[in-house]
């Protein structure tokens, strides 16, 4: 299908043409960049560009490819960092320089790697869409592969050595040969059996989530918070102690320095979980500030597509996306190069409902081959002037499972992270506690009460401070200050530079135990009349009420 460029704005291109697909990924121009088909009219297409545009002209020509924008998925997608269409950065510089060159088509993977196959499937066994008939290692994970046809088949030969990308992986009786990769269109969710709730906890080694506002596997969290809250720093923290076994992140309209020096960091750190390295179970994708923003709004299809695919082997993935509100001004881009009509604040009338059938794609499921896989995802928000009421938060609000609100007063505090414990909350909570007070201690549930009432006393009483100062309260009240206190800076804070940007839930447990032990001791101690100084002296050593 080919057609000439008649009209161009920015990266929005009108073509006269007929029979293309809605999403259907085109070829644009004699550089040939790449694009897809957004609208489509009687006799013309509009056709939303993902490189520059700079140079194009009208007349030019416009092909088709036939085929939706898709990922191309196998082995060595851990191997490789992309950008938003799935181009390996790496091998693209080595074909192109450091300057990408427009138009540079290339494959996510690398045909040229030889794996070592090993079968799960005999001669003559039947194949239906989704059974594994082997794997590969690929970072010292079982890397599964599926056939993938609606149609079934029979094994009539299977291979059982070494191949590359190009080579069968085995054939059917039918003549039909089966390949270590395939291909899925980016913008629907790959298939699954079933989808469950989160019930099992996914740490994050971050106390204050895991123990105050507890996430689960499959489960989705936003994290919203104004310029400079932390945002970066807590994404990148969680992508390197999450418990999970694969972390897509996807750097999404943010800074390029960032991300170089996270993966300068992770190819040096190892995983906390396992004895493999950071970067083994890290895939990234890059669409920083400096790259085409309309590219942007397609790189958290593609990542998440790829997070699926490693679901669907029944792994347990966290995605990762800093920030979701510059993919969310990239639609809005496209949408107003669209002329199409504005909804709240400029952002296009669909932008909630693409929210949320991205955030769906989320969940625990039971996979086509029956193995129980997972998706979570985190994902950070960046409200203008750290106002919530903005549509992207409240967008993100109403299909998230967990709500971490990021505040800017704690960060001028330097309280990292700075989550707030008095707005923030999480729906899995409930189950999500259950278990770790089933495997954990049966006091989990009970201490986190107690935590949270600590912290709420103390904002009561703040404001009495405010009236009648600190030495106006009741001893009583003045260890509830003490104790929310130490819950604060001992507890929640967690710098990211040190040892303690990480937390298992046993040392999380035992943290908290004992600053609420210190306040059970004192509190009895002041109920027999004991001035708190003399207590404060003789429990920790501390002479005076400092610090209150
Ligand atoms: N857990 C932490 N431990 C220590 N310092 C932190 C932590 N989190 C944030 N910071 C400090 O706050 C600064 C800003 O953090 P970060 O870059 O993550 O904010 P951000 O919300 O991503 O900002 P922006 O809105 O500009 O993207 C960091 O450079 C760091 O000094
Ligand atoms: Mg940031």
């Not at 990924?25 to 056709?47: C, F, Q, T």
């Not at 936003?222 to 992508?239: H, N």
Request: aromatic share 10%; hydrophobic share 40%; proline share 4%.
């Amino acid at each position: 299908m080919k057609g000439r460029i008649t009209g161009l704005s920015g990266p929005t291109v009108t073509v006269s043409i007929k029979g293309l697909k809605l999403y259907e990924r085109v070829s644009v121009g004699e550089a040939g960049l790449a694009g897809e088909v957004v609208r489509l009219e009687k006799d013309k297409a509009v056709i939303q560009v993902y490189e520059d545009t700079r140079g194009l002209g009208i007349g030019e020509m416009v092909s088709g490819t036939g085929k939706a924008f898709h990922a191309r998925l196998g082995p060595g997608l851990l191997l490789a960092l992309f950008d938003g269409l799935q181009r390996p950065l790496k091998r693209l510089e080595e074909k192109t320089g450091p300057f990408v060159t427009k138009g540079s088509d290339i494959s996510g993977l690398d045909h040229t790697i030889r794996w070592r196959f090993f079968p799960s499937k005999k001669n003559g066994e039947a194949v239906t869409s989704g059974d594994i008939i082997g794997y590969v290692m690929e970072n010292n994970f079982n890397h599964y592969i599926a056939f993938h046809d609606e149609r079934e088949g029979r094994i009539s030969w299977i291979r059982h050595d070494d191949f590359c990308l190009d080579d069968p992986v085995a054939k059917l009786e039918d003549g039909r040969e089966i390949f270590g990769y395939h291909e899925w269109p980016v913008r629907i969710p790959m298939p699954y059996r079933k989808k469950f709730s989160p019930t099992e906890p996914l740490v994050t080694g971050q106390r204050c989530i895991d123990f105050l506002f507890p996430f689960g596997k499959g489960g989705t969290a936003i994290m919203p918070g104004g310029f400079g809250t932390g945002k970066t720093i807590l994404e990148q923290s969680i992508a390197k102690y999450a418990e999970a076994d694969i972390v897509v992140y996807v750097g999404c309209g943010e800074r390029g320095n960032e991300i170089a020096e996270m993966i300068e960091e992770f190819h040096l750190l190892d995983d906390a979980w396992t004895d493999r390295k950071l970067m083994d179970r890290t895939l990234l994708v890059v669409n920083t500030s400096n790259m085409p923003v309309s590219a942007r709004e397609a790189s958290i299809y593609t990542a998440v597509t790829m997070a699926e695919y490693y679901r669907n082997m029944g792994y347990h993935v966290l995605f990762l996306a800093d920030s979701i509100s510059r993919w969310a001004e990239a639609l809005r881009e496209i949408s107003s190069s669209l002329e199409e009509m504005p909804g709240e604040e400029g952002y296009p009338t669909y932008l909630s409902s693409r929210l949320s059938g991205f955030l769906e794609r989320a969940g625990v499921v039971e996979t086509m081959n029956g193995k129980i896989g997972s998706l979570s995802m985190i994902i950070s928000v960046s409200p203008a002037g750290g106002d919530f009421t903005e549509p992207v938060t409240q967008s993100c609000m109403r299909t998230s499972g967990a709500f971490l609100m990021l505040d800017t007063a704690l960060a001028h505090r330097r309280q990292f992270p700075a989550v707030n414990w008095l707005h923030s909350y999480s729906l899995y909570e409930k189950d999500i506690t259950a278990y770790y007070r089933d495997t954990i201690a049966p006091a989990w549930d009970d201490l986190k009460k107690r935590c949270k009432e600590i912290l709420q006393r103390e904002e009561t009483l703040r404001e009495v401070v405010e009236v009648v100062g600190v030495e106006g309260l009741q001893d009583e009240d003045r260890l509830v200050m003490i104790a929310a206190e130490r819950i604060r800076m001992e507890f929640l804070c967690q710098n990211a530079y040190t040892e303690d940007a990480f937390s298992l839930p046993e040392q999380t447990l035992s943290k908290i135990s004992a600053i609420l032990k210190f306040f059970d001791t004192a509190a009895a101690g002041i109920r027999e009349g004991k001035p708190l100084d003399e207590i404060r002296a003789e429990k920790t050593g501390i002479t005076t009420g400092e610090n209150v």
